[in-house]
């Protein structure tokens, strides 16, 4: 009757799932936030905690009836809201914490859901498949650390917290599994997720490659000055419209135009009146070498052009940021 599809693994170690329940350190105050409580086997012990609530979130209707089922009748019941669709889909309800063994083929996308879920909780206590809970709390220099790692670790604090093998299931997977700590970072860093996402990115795409031969690519030199330009229009424009008189689209248009020019000045240096006008081409591969030139005095100013993104931390990741985006390079 279990679903592969919906990842039902049903938890069948009572001393393990009385361990995931402590290890989560539940107050009475709690409101949790169950994802995937299938037969209620972790439900009914997050009851038993005396929490607050539990509302649970299940995509398979059978499960729900199951759920009702069990608790029917039951004082637990009165705390206990089940709610039926997909979490992915669904608006969260508010949640102090959340306390999971979820079907793993949602953990990205619902780990990001957590982490961008306001008010922020205070913990999750998640299963998830080993190897993508090694991923989550990897550190720099460890075959594991990714873009996954470095992200999540950006909006919180994670830490790996018991090794579960696939025997505690029924059906076994095919898998083994760990349970993780999630603590959102309270403040976050002052940062805007899309452009370290975007910094991030480019980075992880050769991991283990140096960001100076990295932001040498044709590709990646492109991007990032089609985003500068972008932005120095814009900026231009608000700048204009902070001023008394408001510009027509017309000056701002100029405007942008005067900045390609300035981008382009040592073109001009070695000019030479007998020389033809430099066409399009030639302007073009001119303001590219420019540029180039600019990204790399970036990276050379932090020091990070021979690093490699496997070995960077988050401090390292934040001030690269912070170096780029002070001189008007952005990432999305
Ligand atoms: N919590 C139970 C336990 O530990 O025994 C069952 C865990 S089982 C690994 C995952 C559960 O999540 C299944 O009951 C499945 O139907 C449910 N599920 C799968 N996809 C879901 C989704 N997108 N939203 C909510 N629940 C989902």
Redesign the pocket.
Known sequence: PF?KS??????RNPALVDSIVEKAGLKPTDTVLE?????G??TKRLLQAGVKAVVA????PR?VLELNRRFQGDPLASRLKVIQ????KCDLPYFDICV????YQ?SSPLTFKLLSHRPIFRCAVIMFQREFAMRLVAQPGDSLYCRLSVNVQLLSRVSHLLKVGRNNFRPPPKVDSSVVRIEPRKPLPPVSFKEWDGLVRLCFNRKNKTLGAIFKQKRVLELLEKNYKTMQSLQLTSDAEKGEEKMSPDDVALLSSMVDDMNMESGYENDDDDEMEMDDADMVAESRACFKEKIMGILQQGDFAEKRSSKLSQVDFLYLLSLFNKAGIHFS
């Open positions: 679903e919906k990842g039902q693994h049903i938890l994802i995937g409580p299938g037969t086997n972790l979130v299940e995509l398979d499960m669709g997909d979490v992915l999971a063994n979820i079907p949602i």
